[in-house]
């Protein structure tokens, strides 16, 4: 069946550090991709968002680009702040999706140190 | 404009209580969804309801109901409280696949 897979936290960091978040993704066909954000003691909420291959999703200075050839949706950033401490997980929606639902990949807490 | 929104936001159970965890949305969703989440297991899915009328199970439903009250509320209900329960519960709606979530209820069962 689909899946996602991330990478294992914690990432710890110091601010203005280059952050990579690795995902990689098993669906049929074109799913669309997403990085959700969840802050402490907040639900989750969708940082950004790539529905077909080469796309760029881009939000609060966060980058991911879809690729199809290496089924990946990485997140990026280039200069962290202490403020995006926090877990990302990364998301699909299948290509043949009757019941609209996101399967999420296990999350990766991440530390910013000042 | 609320959102998703939950009730309570904590509770503390005892063994074999049992409770109803309320959900509601004012966006016209149709689908929505309860998911627990765990420490370092991610979120789970535990029912969720595609259209008012409706619900499946998820990954993990032993335990719980629920119900589509109407296309606004979707109910979780624990009949008989358990310690392995214990988690943080989630709802969420979701619209052109995007999926918005509650603040969530931190339920500890003693």
């Known amino acids: 069946g689909d899946s996602v897979t991330q990478m294992e936290g914690p990432v710890t960091l110091s601010e203005e550090a280059f952050l990579t978040i690795n995902c990689t993704y098993t669906a049929t066909g074109y799913p669309s991709l997403f990085w959700y954000v969840q802050y402490p003691g907040e639900g989750l909420q969708l940082l950004l968002k790539a529905t077909k291959a080469d796309d760029k999703g881009s939000n609060k200075g966060f980058e991911a680009t879809y690729r199809k050839e290496t089924t990946s949706f990485h997140l990026e950033k280039g200069s962290v702040q202490v403020s995006d401490s926090a877990v990302y997980f990364c998301a699909l929606s299948p290509l043949m999706n009757r019941d609209d639902k996101i399967i999420f990949g296990k999350g990766t807490r991440l530390h910013i140190l000042p | 404009n609320a959102g998703v929104t939950q009730t309570p936001k904590f509770q503390v159970l005892k063994t074999g209580q049992s409770m109803t965890l309320q959900c509601a949305q004012d966006?016209?969703?149709?689908?929505m969804y309860w998911y627990r989440q765990d420490p370092g297991m991610g979120l789970r899915l535990i029912y969720y309801?595609?259209?008012?009328?409706?619900?499946d199970k998820g990954e993990v439903p032993n335990g719980y109901n629920v119900s589509r009250l109407n296309k606004r509320e979707f109910s979780l209900r624990l009949e008989s409280a358990a310690p392995s329960q214990t988690s943080v519960y989630f709802c969420?709606?979701?619209?052109?696949?995007?999926?918005?979530f509650g603040p969530g209820t931190r339920l500890t069962v003693t």
């Open positions: 969420a709606s979701t619209s052109f696949y995007e999926q918005y």
């Open positions: 966006m016209n969703h149709n689908s």
């Open positions: 309801s595609a259209s008012e009328g409706t619900t």
